[in-house]
């Protein structure tokens, strides 16, 4: 699928995949394969984001994105503050609004933002000049997670166009789900949504994605297969019987793996729980590229501030 190609982004912020066009979502991954090999030096760091502050905001757990948007913010060289709501003044009762406006009186450059409720990016990139990156909210966007999804795909298949992505789990609470969805199919992917009808939010194929109710049909010939965990902390009730019927169901085996394409890759953003979504012998096993993903959220990561940062071709030592 031809794109245009542009040189930079064109908003001050990242909120999403839905505002991306297809140009810049490539621009952001060919800025990360030039960014992957500084993991390699011996000296991990390049002077890019000096003298720039990027404030880390978590109302939510996380572990992978946390780490990576740190380690990606300290290999370009900016300061960062990282905000943990269970010592912050939060727990007090300040709001969202009341927290960055204080933040911002001590002018960030950035603030990487994951928080529960789906639009709260959006509202604060409306109110304050740093730069706003989403890294996850409510059950909206978790946009750079699709981008280091694409990324790795692309990685294995030097393409995404036309590679059959199937996509299985709790998509109803999954934000991974939404932006790997807008993504894969700007870029002309074609995206397979399984899950039970109880996890299977409404009206989602006017994305452009296929629904399945079973596994099996949909794996058939796929290039990518990317497991979802069923998201607890987001649902009252389960909406299933129970864990061991769901992997009966919908649990990624061996067994099942094997009705994929013979070259399929299996993904997974994590936290992954195992005996759920996915038996430990295709986590672990050769078709995995779960840890792969992590590696290269980290260039993602960078890719995104080296541009929203107004960067254009390759950061260099020098740069
Ligand atoms: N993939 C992901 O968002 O993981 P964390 O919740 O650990 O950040």
């Given at each position: ?71 990606a913010?300290k ?5 960062t ?66 981008l280091?999804?694409?990324f ?11 590679l059959?992505?199937?996509i ?24 397979r ?77 994590g ?29 993602i ?19």
């Amino acid at each position: 699928m031809p794109t245009d190609s542009v040189q930079g982004l064109a908003a001050k912020d990242l909120v999403g995949i839905a505002p991306l066009s297809a140009g810049e979502i490539q621009l952001i991954l060919d800025t990360a394969e030039g960014l992957l090999e500084i993991a390699r030096r011996p000296i991990k760091k390049v002077p890019t984001l000096r003298g720039m502050t990027v404030v880390n905001l978590f109302m939510e757990p996380s572990t992978r994105t946390r780490f990576s948007f740190e380690v990606a913010e300290k290999r370009l060289s900016a300061d960062t503050l990282n905000f943990s709501v269970g010592t912050s003044s939060v727990t007090k009762g300040e709001t969202l609004i009341d927290t960055a406006r204080n933040l911002m009186a001590m002018a960030p450059d950035f603030i990487v933002m994951r928080h529960p409720n789906s639009g709260a990016p959006h509202r604060l990139a409306k109110m304050i000049p740093a730069a706003i990156i989403n890294a996850g909210d409510g059950i909206n966007e978790h946009p750079t997670q699709a981008l280091l999804d694409a990324f790795t795909m692309r990685r294995h298949f030097q393409r995404l166009e036309g590679l059959k992505v199937v996509i299985a789990g709790d998509i109803r609470h999954s934000r991974v789900a939404r932006s790997n969805a807008f993504l894969l199919t700007k870029m002309g992917a074609e995206v397979r949504f399984v899950a039970p009808t109880s996890l299977m939010p409404v009206g989602v194929e006017e994305i452009g994605v296929q629904t399945f109710n079973r596994l099996e049909p949909a794996l058939e010939g796929a290039d990518v297969v990317m497991m979802l965990r069923i998201q607890r902390e987001r649902q009252g009730n389960m909406n299933f019987p129970s864990v061991r019927e769901y992997f009966d169901f919908f649990g990624l085996t061996p067994q099942r793996l094997a009705l994929a394409a013979p070259h399929a890759v299996v993904m997974h953003p994590g936290p992954i729980n195992r005996g759920v979504e996915i038996d430990s012998a295709v986590a672990d096993g050769p078709r995995s590229v779960i840890l792969e993903q992590v590696t290269n959220g980290v260039a993602i990561r960078m890719a995104i501030l080296y541009l929203l940062a107004g960067g254009h071709g390759e950061p260099t030592s020098d740069s």
